[in-house]
């Protein structure tokens, strides 16, 4: 929060789950200022925007699944989309802006967006391939690379994944 958008976390509200009160953890909170509540076990309506949060995210990521036909053994790919997308749409609670928009100050663009199960055809050439490959191959579009500025795609007959931005749609 510090270096990225010059503010500072004043209070963390956990549900005190192990990975929440581990004593490195409580030493970066107490070094920081930073107060960190905890809800009372087996109460998650404490932690109610974080769990409607948390359940919309769910829902969206298997409703991507359920509709491209993908198996659930691909819920990462499904939900990190699924956020990606929600981050990018206007929504009432923040005056018809996105939470892209609150944060970065600007629209975000929706031309990279693309139909979350789709066919496409990346070009394989960077991954190593001998000349004598064909230069693509039918692959299913997966979602956003998060460390790239890319798409992330699954082929199936060789159950590899590729990250590239030199892409054909297929969104038909």
């Given at each position: 929060?510090?270096?990225q958008?010059?503010t500072?976390?004043?209070?963390?509200?956990?549900?005190?789950g192990?990975?929440?009160?581990?004593?490195?953890?409580?030493?970066?909170?107490?070094?920081?200022?930073?107060?960190?509540?905890i809800?009372?076990?087996?109460t998650?309506?404490?932690?109610?925007?974080?769990?409607?949060?948390?359940?919309?995210?769910?829902?969206?990521?298997l409703t991507?699944?359920?509709?491209?036909?993908?198996?659930?053994?691909?819920?990462?790919a499904?939900?990190?989309?699924?956020?990606f997308?929600?981050?990018?749409l206007?929504t009432?609670?923040?005056?018809?802006?996105?939470p892209?928009?609150?944060?970065?100050?600007s629209?975000?663009?929706?031309?990279?967006?693309?139909v979350?199960?789709?066919?496409?055809?990346p070009?394989?050439?960077?991954?190593?391939?001998s000349?004598?490959?064909f230069?693509?191959?039918?692959?299913v579009?997966?979602?956003?690379?998060?460390?790239?500025?890319g798409?992330?795609?699954?082929?199936?007959?060789?159950?590899?994944?590729?990250i590239?931005r030199?892409?054909?749609?297929?969104e038909?």
């Open positions: 929060m510090e270096t958008f010059d500072h976390v004043k209070i963390f509200q956990s549900n005190g192990g990975e929440f009160v581990n004593q490195s953890l409580q030493n970066l909170f107490k070094t920081n200022g930073i107060i960190h509540r809800s009372c076990p087996g998650p309506e404490q932690n109610g925007l974080a769990e409607r949060r948390h359940r919309h995210n769910i829902e969206i990521g991507l699944l359920s509709h491209a036909s993908i198996p659930i053994k691909f819920w990462t499904a939900f990190c989309t699924a956020v997308l929600i981050n990018r206007p009432l609670v923040l005056g018809y802006k996105s892209h928009e609150v944060v970065f100050g629209a975000p663009t929706c031309d990279s967006l693309r979350f199960g789709c066919s496409y055809y070009l394989l050439a960077p991954f190593g391939r000349k004598l490959d230069k693509s191959t039918r692959c579009f997966l979602g956003y690379s998060t460390n790239h500025k798409y992330l795609c699954l082929e199936p007959q060789t159950h590899r994944f590729y590239s030199h892409v054909k749609f297929n038909l």
